[in-house]
């Protein structure tokens, strides 16, 4: 996911631009929190840089603690609670896109397949693909295991 990315919430009240600039490239994450949060199967995220992002429209934020123990904020849309990108102290400067929300989302291929020990039976991962049962404790790791976009 290179260049600028733009993006909306469901019903339009929201727009951002993704400025180019640091991001890891696009993952699915299978977890049982994504599966809720979402009402679906799985999620599809890109971390970024916070400061790379531009957002207009009236926003909600939601929080929660993760089993980590990591305090989550959840920025969305306020009339129509499309989630936009989320954000956990432990990762201070970065923030997770929700890859649904942009405008060319067909595009997005993910590279790698988190918390794949509690992914949904019915669902086949690519072959050759990056799978992790859990996720990546460190910067380094996610680095290493998802990738950092091309500028």
């Given at each position: 996911?290179?260049?600028?990315?733009?993006?909306?919430?469901?019903?339009?009240?929201?727009?951002?631009?993704?400025r180019?600039?640091?991001?890891?490239?696009?993952?699915?994450?299978?977890?049982?929190?994504?599966?809720?949060?979402?009402?679906?199967?799985?999620?599809?995220?890109m971390?970024?840089?916070?400061?790379?992002i531009?957002?207009?429209?009236?926003?909600?934020?939601?929080?929660?603690?993760?089993?980590?123990?990591?305090?989550?904020?959840?920025t969305?849309?306020?009339?129509?609670?499309?989630?936009?990108?989320?954000?956990?102290?432990?990762?201070?400067?970065?923030?997770?896109?929700?890859?649904?929300?942009?405008?060319?989302?067909?595009?997005?291929?993910?590279?790698?397949?988190?918390?794949?020990?509690?992914k949904?039976?019915?669902?086949?991962?690519?072959?050759?693909?990056?799978?992790?049962?859990?996720?990546?404790?460190?910067?380094?790791?996610?680095?290493?295991?998802?990738?950092?976009?091309?500028?």
């Amino acid at each position: 996911m290179q260049g600028e990315l733009r993006g909306q919430c469901l019903c339009g009240s929201v727009r951002y631009v993704l400025r180019p600039g640091f991001r890891f490239n696009p993952y699915a994450c299978h977890c049982t929190d994504c599966q809720t949060r979402t009402g679906s199967a799985f999620s599809e995220h890109m971390l970024f840089a916070k400061k790379d992002i531009q957002i207009e429209g009236d926003l909600d934020v939601g929080s929660y603690a993760q089993p980590s123990g990591a305090m989550s904020q959840i920025t969305g849309c306020s009339k129509c609670k499309t989630r936009i990108f989320a954000e956990n102290d432990s990762r201070p400067a970065l923030a997770s896109l929700r890859c649904g929300t942009l405008e060319n989302s067909a595009d997005v291929v993910p590279v790698a397949h988190l918390w794949v020990g509690s992914k949904q039976a019915w669902i086949t991962l690519p072959d050759g693909v990056k799978a992790m049962d859990e996720q990546p404790r460190t910067p380094e790791e996610w680095a290493s295991f998802v990738g950092i976009a091309a500028p």
